[in-house]
């Protein structure tokens, strides 16, 4: 069986993450993402994919380098820029992008253009409690509740959608289903949970979460197998700090 060749400079950045863990004496525990291999398959499809994510002092993401881990091309570069009230999102040199709003906590209020935008509202806990897709009267909305920190069911347009279940003995951090989700999407996460996501279920689907963690109890593999109707989808994330 032959192997496969990761790109040279996903190589790189392992090499170089892995020499900066051995020689820093500071004890802070980095819980940056800055790798992630994302494998991919279902009865149809299967795919290898990478992102590198470069940060500003400030924590924030300010890159997103995007290929297919099997030939090592970069399909897309994301870049970050920010102000106060929001951020805007640029798939490479291109003059238009996607502006995102935040609060003051810096959770995200709206995306989108503004013909068809989302808003998310939340409770004074930093909850978020409803998603309203679109700008028309008959736009659709997600609400959600909460019980003891963590999302537990989402109604659409006020029809049970989404359950949710948690491994209630460990704490949400980076790598977390939900917060990949949307890290890979906005660089951030939005949805905070208290603990990590288990399983996501609906009349359509189950889907089960499974996590592996590196030596200093960060998530060093997500993976994740989701079960429909007609075919059976899995994924894994591999990731480095």
């Keep these: 069986m032959k192997s496969r060749q990761l790109p040279l400079l996903f190589i790189a950045l392992l090499a170089c993450t892995a020499s900066a863990c051995k020689k820093s004496k500071n004890t802070t525990i980095n819980r940056k993402i800055l790798t992630i291999a994302d494998s991919s398959s279902h009865s149809h499809f299967s795919s290898s994919r990478f992102c590198l994510v470069s940060y500003y002092k400030d924590s924030s993401v300010s890159k997103m380098v995007n290929g297919d881990l099997r030939t090592g091309n ?6 970050f820029f920010y102000d106060a009230e929001k951020f805007v999102i640029l798939n490479g040199s291109s003059p238009l992008g996607d502006t995102v709003y935040i609060n003051s906590k810096g959770l995200i209020t709206r ?3 503004i013909s068809y935008r989302t808003t ?8 978020l409690i409803k998603m309203t897709n679109g700008n028309t009267p008959s736009h659709n909305t997600l609400d959600y509740i909460w019980s003891g920190g963590n999302m537990r069911q989402s109604l659409y347009n006020s029809a049970p959608y989404y359950t949710y279940e948690y491994y209630e003995d460990l704490p949400f951090m980076p790598g977390d289903g939900i917060y990949m989700e949307e890290f890979m999407r906005f660089g951030r996460c939005f949805t905070l949970n208290k603990n990590l996501i288990k399983s996501i279920k609906s009349v359509w689907f189950s889907r089960y979460f499974y996590y592996s963690f590196d030596n200093h109890n960060r998530i060093s593999s997500m993976s994740s197998i989701q079960y429909g109707s007609s075919d059976t989808l899995s994924w894994v994330y591999n990731l480095t700090y």
Excluded: C, I, M, R
């Excluded at 998310?120 to 909850?127: K, Q």
């Design 74 to 79: 970069a399909s897309s570069v994301l870049n």
């Design 111 to 113: 995306s989108g253009s």
């Design 120 to 127: 998310y509202t939340y409770n004074s806990a930093n909850e």
